[in-house]
């Protein structure tokens, strides 16, 4: 048995383009869950933006 599946709909692959993925779509599927695990801050409120003063300061150069 050396026919892998897709992860995301476990459809056979027919292509090695996309692996482990069989199409691009389901290669973003797992892209889009993995920056959403990666990223996210599980009990942290986003509203604490005045920490971040937005950009570098232009008078410093
Ligand atoms: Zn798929």
Redesign the pocket.
């Known amino acids: 048995m050396s026919q892998k599946k897709?992860p995301?709909?476990?459809?056979p692959l027919t292509t090695a383009e996309f692996k482990p993925?069989?199409?691009k779509?389901?290669a973003d599927v797992d892209l889009s869950r993995w920056l959403k695990g990666g990223y996210a801050i599980p009990g942290r409120p986003s509203d604490q933006a005045d920490e971040v003063p937005g950009g570098p300061d232009p008078s410093d150069a």
């Open positions: 897709c995301i709909c476990s459809a993925f069989c199409s779509r389901c």
